[in-house]
């Protein structure tokens, strides 16, 4: 398991909660874009799988539009915190689990990895995306976001927040640029271009497509043949 993940050591539970309790209308809108782009692939039969999901948050919307919803997520105080929030989803799990060691085979029609996921779930992206198609049946679909370019304003002003609330720490601005946010405390995040979400497509050797939503969000959508 990655031991050296800052949302699992620093930035779980309650108060990863209060990073998307934020008061930018602009981030409101692109975190309910992202759902809303997913939800409307949903039939209503699936059973999809969350990677990266935190306590629940995203589940929380789309436990209704589906059969079946998990998620897994590395932070045990995530999993405690979600698990309440969702007691009332019989349809819903939230596993302690790190993404890099899931071993599913062809038992999900969805996988979503939303949210600049790719860059919070450490590891080697590659490994993630054969894991990832390992666990879905023939012709299910896999989703990837990461942010736009243009929406570099609003993000930034959206981690100007949280280090502002000391959820993470002093944003170091100098080195802020190219997609990429780090702070003085070592939290680094950092985005993935369509050209870079293209190629992962292709390495793949599946059916893939490149979306771009609300001006503020990139989606890999790749389909297991």
Known sequence: MNTNNYYDKK?????????????IPRINQYLQAEIEFVRKHIRGDETILELGAGYGRV?????RSCKKIVGIDISPNNIEYGKELLKDYKNAELVVMDAYTMQYKNEFDMTICIQNGLSAIKGDTHDLLK???????????????????????????WFYEQAKKGLIGELDIENCRDGVITC???????????????????????N??????????????????
Not at 11 to 23: Q, R
Not at 187 to 198: G, M, N, P, Q, V
């Open 184 to 206: 003085k405390d070592g939290f680094y995040s950092r985005s993935f271009s369509k050209d870079e979400l293209s190629e992962l497509g292709q390495q793949c050797g599946m």
């Open 131 to 157: 894991k990832t198609i390992d666990g879905l049946k023939n012709g299910g679909l896999a989703f990837f976001s990461s942010y736009h370019p243009d929406f570099w304003e609003y993000r930034l002003l």
């Open 11 to 23: 930035l779980s539970s309650l108060l990863l909660a209060e990073v998307y309790s934020t008061e």
């Open 59 to 63: 589940i929380l919307e789309l436990a």
């Open 208 to 225: 893939y497509w490149i979306e771009e939503i609300d001006e503020s969000s990139i989606f890999l959508i790749i389909q297991k043949l």
